[in-house]
DNA sequence: CCGAATCCGGCATGATACTG
DNA sequence: CAGTATCATGCCGGATTCGG
C-alpha cells in the first residue's frame, strides 16, 4: 500500500510526510530525552494507545528518525532511540515549542503534567542570544528525576540523565517549577522559600537564569 | 464541540494543537510568500479540497495564526495573510524544510513543483552562518513570478514581490533551478548556458551563492 | 510485565457536486 | 471566485487479547 505522501517537490512537505501524522512529533519530543523503552512512551504520551504506538515507531525507524536497540543483558530490554538524523530535529522541535510557549498558560487540570515535560520545557525556554555567558553542563533534579542540561554556543540539549561535575546543581520538584514557567511565582520567591535550591557556582546563576528568561 | 487536543502543559503539543494537524503547515509555508486569495492555496495544495482548506483557514484564523483581509475595492478580494504570531512562525518552518530537503532528491513526475514551491526551497536552503556577507535585498525572476528576497543577519525573508533596487537581480526558469536545487546542474553551467543570468552588483555573488550551498 | 495484533465505533479526510 | 453540502473511505482511539 502506498503510503499517503503529500507529493511535493518540497522539503517541508517531505519532512511532514515522513513526521507529520498525529503523535509523531511528541514521541520525538519526548525520545529527546534520551532512549525510552515502549512503556516509557506510552506512559509519555497519554491517549496515544499501543497499536498506534507500534506503528508510529515503525513509520519512524523506516525513515531513518530512530532505531530500535536491544540493551545487551543483564538489563535485556528493547529501548529506541533517536538517530543522528533524528537528533538535527531538536532545534526544530524546540523552535516550535519556543512557539507554543507563549499560548501556555497555567496548567488546568485535564493537562497532563510530568517532570519529563518540564525538563523539555525548560529547554523551550531557552534562549540562544543570552546563552553565549552560559556555556557548561549544569544539573537539574526535578523530584526524583535527574536531568542533565548541555549548553554549548547557541545550543541547548537537556537529557534524562545524571551529570558529572556540573558547573550549577539545581534541585526542586514539579509544582515549583510549574509555577516559575507559568509566572505565578518567581525565581526569588521559589529560592528565598527553599523550594528551589542552588548549588555550585554561584556566580553562572544569574546567566542562566536570563538565558531561560527568568528574573532573579 | 471540544476540538480534540493532547492535553499536555508542553509548547510542543499546544503548538501541535493549533498547527498539527494534515496542511495546515503546508497552508501556512504558502502564506509565507505573502497574501493569498482562496483560489491561490487551493492551487497551491494539490488535493486538500474546499471543504478542508475552509476548515483549515477558519482554525488558523481562530488560533490568531493568520486573518482574512478583504481588499478594498476596486480590487474587491478577500485574501488570507500571516498575523505577526504568524509570521514567527517562518524560521521553524524553514528549519523543517530544510530537514526535508536532506530527503529530497530528483522530483518524480507524481510530484508537483511551482515557481512557489521552488523560492520556498530557496529560502530552506538558507545557512544562517554564511549570511553574513550577503544582507541586503535581492530580485529573483522564475518565469513569469517575480520574488523579493530579504537576507539581515541571520535571517532570510522570501516573498513573491517585486523589489526595488535590489542589489543583485537573478532571471531563471522552473527546470534549471530544479537541476540545481536537485544537484543535477551546476549554477555555473546554468550561468555559462545563459539559464541563469545575473544583474547587478556581481561582486555579492559568490557570497550569495555560498549561503545557498552552491558553488560556483 | 513488555510488545504487539485485532476488532470496532466515530471522526477526519478527500473528492465531487452545487450555490451565492 | 469563494465557498457550502454531501458522501465514501480510511485513520484514529479504546478495549481486549495474545505471544514472549
Not at 96 to 101: R, V
Not at 146 to 159: S, T
Amino acid at each position: 500500500m502506498a503510503k499517503r505522501s503529500y507529493n511535493q517537490y518540497c522539503g517541508l512537505a517531505v519532512a511532514l510526510d515522513l513526521l507529520g501524522e498525529r503523535w509523531s512529533l511528541l514521541l520525538l519530543r519526548n525520545l529527546l530525552l534520551g532512549p525510552q523503552r515502549f512503556k516509557d512512551l506510552l506512559d509519555g504520551l497519554p491517549g496515544i494507545g499501543t497499536g498506534l504506538l507500534t506503528d508510529r515507531l515503525k513509520q519512524l525507524e523506516t525513515a531513518g528518525v530512530i532505531t530500535r536497540v536491544t540493551l545487551p543483558p543483564p538489563a535485556a530490554s528493547t529501548v529506541y532511540q533517536l538517530t543522528a538524523d533524528g537528533e538535527e530535529l531538536r532545534p526544530v522541535l524546540v523552535g516550535l515549542a519556543h512557539w507554543g510557549l507563549a499560548r501556555l498558560g497555567e496548567p488546568t487540570d485535564q493537562q497532563f503534567i510530568s517532570p519529563d515535560l518540564l525538563a523539555l520545557g525548560l529547554q523551550a525556554r531557552f534562549d540562544p542570544d543570552a546563552a553565549r555567558a552560559a556555556n557548561g553542563v549544569y544539573a537539574l533534579h526535578i523530584g526524583e528525576h535527574a536531568y542533565r542540561v548541555d549548553i554549548d554556543g547557541g545550543n541547548i540539549r537537556v537529557r534524562a540523565t545524571t551529570s558529572e561535575s556540573p558547573r550549577v546543581s539545581i534541585v526542586t520538584d514539579t509544582s515549583t517549577l510549574v509555577g516559575i514557567n507559568s509566572g505565578t511565582l518567581s525565581l526569588a520567591d521559589a529560592l528565598g522559600a527553599g523550594k528551589l535550591t542552588v548549588t555550585g557556582e554561584a556566580e553562572a546563576v544569574p546567566a542562566l537564569a536570563s538565558v531561560f528568561g527568568l528574573s532573579l
